[in-house]
Every structure is written in C-alpha cells, then in structure tokens.
C-alpha cells in the first residue's frame, strides 16, 4: 500500500499545484493536531469514566496512572486504515464530475501518517524516559509475579487447612495424613524459596528439574517399549503419556515462573 502511494505521489503533487505551499501546511499541521488531541480527548475518558462509574470494574481492573493513558493516546500513529480509507475515494461522483477535494484530502492523509509515523514515532522513546515508563513493564510483570507468589501461598495454606480438618473429622489414618501433608508443605517451601530470588535456590531447582525430566524421559522410553513388545495395550499407554505429559508441563510452568 505504501509503494502504490509512494509511486502515485508524484502525480498528486502535480494535481496540488494550483493550491498555495502555505495553504497546505496550514491545513497538514491543522488536521494532524485535531487527530493528535482527538486522541487523547477521548482516551481517558475511555479508560477512567468505566471504573468510575461501576465499582466491579474498578475493583477488577483498577484504573491505571494518567501515564498510561498518555502514552496510549501518544502511540495513536495513523497508517494503512487512513491511506485505504483515502484512497476508496471515488475519481468522480454519480454525474461524472470530479469528486471536490480527493486530491486535497490525499496530500491531508498522507501528512497526517507523516506527522503520526515519523514525527510521534522518533519522539516515543524520549516521550516513555519522560513519563517514567522505560522500565513499567518490568516493574508490572514484578508485581503480577508477586500478586501470583501470594495467591499460590495461600491456596496452598487453605489445602493444608482442610487436609488438618479432614483428618480430625474423620480420623484419618497417619498414613495416608501424612505423604499428603509433606507434599502440600513442600510446595509451599518451593514457593516462599522461589520468591526470595536466592541464586543457589535456583541452581538447586534447575538441577532437580533437570534430573525429573531425565527420569520422565527414563519412564516414557520404557512406557513406549513395552507398547511395541505388545505387552502393554495403547489405550493404557495413552493414559501414562498423558500423566507424563502433565508433569513436563508442570516443570515448564515452573521454570517459567523463574
């Protein structure tokens, strides 16, 4: 789209001659500001008069900085959408005449992608290290894994809670109370170790995630021989890759919460 402008722009330049330089400079930088502060008029009412007026959506997606929105309503460059939209223009109207002012509204739309793609483009990064926003991502991704850290712990304190409740309701041999309660408090352990950020924690969890998947691997090989000597059926073998499927990607989720 943009080479079929590129190589028309010579001809609308010669079709735009007759209108004066300072007419249409004028008339580029007052249409590409309407469509910058159009923008951001209707940005942050967008964003803030939902969560304004409804509390459920204020309380699950509370409302962002104005740093946000800014940046949002900054972003806004125009592209392929304007320049196709443009160029659906008709040369000429239902009588045969030329359609009044598609070449003005070409050269309009084009100065606007200008303004918005260059102009707003080149001056992003500086616009982000002025609102502080360089390293938000960082810094989000930071509290959703805390956010998240919190949430598993306690989840996992409501599971201890109920096994020590069924276990006094309904006098649960130690045995089974047990094994089950070793492997709750182990989790938890993983979890408050993981959110520390203590590098020999992590060099232990890589080697014990390494060593499981190579007894993973040690048990589907074994799981697949014993399907192709016919002595296991492939529905059963089915049902054991499913399981060992299952911790990989327990493994995965794990390493990727690292």
């Known amino acids: 789209m943009f080479l079929a402008t590129g190589l028309q722009a010579r001809t609308l330049i010669a079709r735009i001659e007759h209108y004066p330089v300072s007419e249409l400079a004028l008339s580029a930088a007052v249409v590409s500001?309407?469509?910058?502060?159009?923008?951001?008029?209707?940005?942050?009412?967008?964003?803030?008069?939902?969560?304004?007026?409804s509390a459920s959506v204020r309380r699950k997606d509370p409302a962002p900085p104005w740093q946000w929105p800014f940046i949002?309503?900054?972003?806004?460059?125009?592209?392929?959408?304007s320049l196709a939209a443009a160029l659906?223009?008709?040369?000429?109207?239902?009588?045969?005449?030329?359609?009044?002012?598609r070449d003005l509204i070409l050269f309009l739309t084009f100065s606007v992608i200008l303004v918005t793609l260059v102009l707003q483009g080149l001056m992003l990064p500086l616009v982000i290290r002025a609102l502080g926003l360089a390293h938000a991502g960082r810094r989000e991704?930071?509290?959703?894994?805390?956010?998240?850290?919190?949430a598993r712990r306690q989840a996992i304190e409501a599971g201890i809670a109920r096994l020590d409740r069924l276990a006094s309701e309904r006098d649960l041999p130690d045995?089974?109370?047990?094994?089950?309660?070793?492997?709750?408090r182990d989790r938890l352990k993983h979890i408050e170790q993981g959110s520390d950020g203590d590098a020999g924690h992590k060099k232990l969890t890589?080697?014990?995630?390494?060593?499981?998947?190579?007894?993973?691997?040690?048990?589907?090989?074994?799981?697949?021989?014993?399907?192709?000597?016919?002595?296991?059926?492939?529905?059963?073998?089915?049902?054991i890759e499913r399981e060992l499927d299952l911790r990989e990607a327990q493994i995965a989720n794990r390493r990727a919460e690292e």
């Open 141 to 150: 991704r930071h509290a959703d894994r805390v956010e998240e850290q919190q």
């Open 206 to 239: 890589d080697l014990h995630c390494d060593i499981e998947l190579q007894l993973i691997e040690a048990e589907r090989q074994h799981v697949n021989d014993l399907f192709r000597n016919a002595k296991l059926k492939d529905e059963a073998r089915r049902r």
């Open 88 to 101: 659906a223009i008709p040369f000429a109207t239902d009588d045969g005449h030329p359609f009044p002012g």
């Open 33 to 53: 500001v309407v469509v910058i502060v159009a923008r951001f008029v209707w940005m942050y009412p967008a964003i803030y008069v939902p969560r304004w007026l």
């Open 72 to 81: 949002l309503a900054f972003t806004g460059v125009r592209g392929i959408v």
């Open 175 to 184: 045995e089974i109370v047990r094994p089950l309660r070793a492997h709750q």
